[in-house]
């Protein structure tokens, strides 16, 4: 069983750029796959961006092709979302989930175990 940590959120203007960074604990994380979505206030989750668990395929919403990278380094049990010219739309609770050997999925339901999430607000 893994335990999932987010960290990395915060304020930023229009157009800046912040990297968001769930990290792992327990079990053998290069066996997971990961997914970042994201809950606005008022709104459901949304699917944002997920990566297989060997780093061979990425998956992304289409507001944030372009603007958001996710990636990850098994070695330090990490998955990052660089995101560039954020919006106010971004403006979000970010979380990460995880799924063991299974392939990028948007849905929610396809991931298992979920971090407590970090806010990212983007101002005008």
């Known amino acids: 069983q893994v335990q999932l940590v987010e960290s990395g959120g915060g304020l930023v203007q229009a157009g800046d750029s912040l990297t968001l960074s769930c990290t792992a604990s327990?079990?053998?994380?290069?066996?997971?796959?990961v997914a970042w979505f994201r809950q606005a206030p008022g709104k459901e989750r949304t699917f944002v961006a997920s990566i297989m668990w060997n780093g061979s395929k990425t998956l992304y919403t289409d507001s944030v092709k372009g603007r958001f990278t996710i990636s990850r380094n098994n070695a330090e049990k990490t998955v990052s979302l660089a995101m560039n010219s954020l919006k106010p739309e971004d403006t979000a609770l970010y979380y990460c989930?995880?799924?063991?050997?299974?392939?990028?999925?948007?849905?929610?339901?396809?991931?298992?175990?979920w971090g407590q999430g970090t806010q990212v607000t983007v101002s005008s």
């Open positions: 327990g079990g053998t994380f290069g066996t997971y796959t």
């Open positions: 989930g995880a799924e063991r050997f299974s392939v990028p999925s948007g849905r929610e339901r396809s991931y298992t175990y």
